[in-house]
Antibody
């Protein structure tokens, strides 16, 4: 059973860089698109972007200038970096996997990591 | 970017009743790439329906997806206590994904 687990600081200062890691267990990071999705408190879901196992990335245009994603196949994990954060970036951040079997849906999700932007 | 608008924002119903959730896209969406997720408080979303009408593994047959073009519907034929939750539609196109803002199904 594939499992995803987010990790990283729960508190980030304004203007700093948010960094999160998603560690994948029970399966290989190869051959999939790996996603980041966020959810501000009490609000809906926002797709942030993906990193493909080849290293190819694609980001939500609204965040593109501040987002970088990468992966480490040797450690079976991938990372999200979001620069110049503000309070509006406070959210639960989920990592997820794009199913290779079903059409462009997210079949496995991490439990989510709350990141608060505050001084 | 395709904008998905879900309605109503909140649906207040009793167990055993039928729930009808709407998802309308700002432009035509490939039916193959329209999905629905359920999210309960403190949990990650769970895939319910993909390809507009196919249920994911383990999803009860009371969850029925339908629609095409820019209008899609998720129907829960008879609400069970565990069905009271948030529901999101999602679409994929041009190498990106968008979600609707969600519909909350609450106990009346």
């Amino acid at each position: 059973q594939v499992q995803l687990q987010e990790s990283g600081p729960g508190l980030v200062k304004p203007s700093a860089t948010l960094s999160l890691t998603c560690t994948v267990s029970g399966g290989s990071i190869s051959s999939y698109h790996w996603m980041w999705v966020r959810q501000p408190p009490g609000k809906g879901l926002e797709w942030i972007g993906y990193v493909y196992y080849t290293g190819t990335t694609n980001y939500n245009p609204s965040l593109k200038s501040r987002v970088t994603m990468s992966l480490d196949t040797s450690k079976n994990r991938f990372t999200l970096k979001l620069t110049s954060v503000t309070a509006a970036d406070t959210a639960v951040y989920y990592c997820a996997r794009d199913s290779a079997v079903l059409p462009r849906v997210f079949d496995y999700w991490g439990q989510g990591a709350l990141v608060t932007v505050s001084s | 970017e395709v904008v998905l608008t879900q309605s109503p924002g909140t649906l207040s119903l009793s167990p055993g009743e039928r729930a009808t959730l709407s998802c309308r896209a700002s432009q035509s969406v490939a039916t193959y790439y329209l999905a629905w997720y359920q999210q309960k408080p403190g949990q990650a979303p769970r895939l319910l329906v993909y390809g507009a009408s196919s249920r994911a593994t383990g999803i009860p047959d009371r969850f029925i997806g339908s629609g095409s073009g820019s209008d899609f519907t998720l129907t829960i034929s008879r609400l069970e206590p565990e069905d009271f939750a948030m529901y999101y539609c999602q679409q994929y196109g041009s190498s990106s994904w968008t979600f609707g803002q969600g519909t909350k199904v609450e106990i009346k």
